[in-house]
């Protein structure tokens, strides 16, 4: 397979993006979900938008199944207003089979019923 073949997959898949609006200071929200149940990606890269925020310790958090039961595998904490407004939470291949849910939590009520924008990266494995 040519360098063409390989790349074709890539394209297989459109990112995902969009925007999640949440009550982060009241309780740890989801962002998004990537992936399902026993679907095998590489997820290359995973960036979170907290410009809306203001909170000087936001958590960000990921979870997935560990051998049937949901595990936080991932936990940082970032500072709105000094840490970028864009967050590189995946920067590199990470493979998956199932669901990955990416969740944040802030400590400040006046994040609350802002908007986190998100952008992902996937490729499928055959």
Known sequence: MGFAGKTAKLASI????????????????????????????????????????ISTNLVVRLYTLVNGVERKVYEQSFNAASDPPGLWVINGTLGIHEALRVTLESNDAADNGKSVDYDCMLEAMS
Do not use: C, F, M
Request: avoid cysteine.
């Open 14 to 53: 459109a990112p995902i993006t969009g925007s999640t609006t949440a009550y982060w200071q009241t309780a740890e929200s989801d962002v998004v979900t990537i992936g399902a149940h026993n679907a095998r990606y590489k997820v290359h890269s995973l960036l979170i938008s907290i410009h809306n925020l």
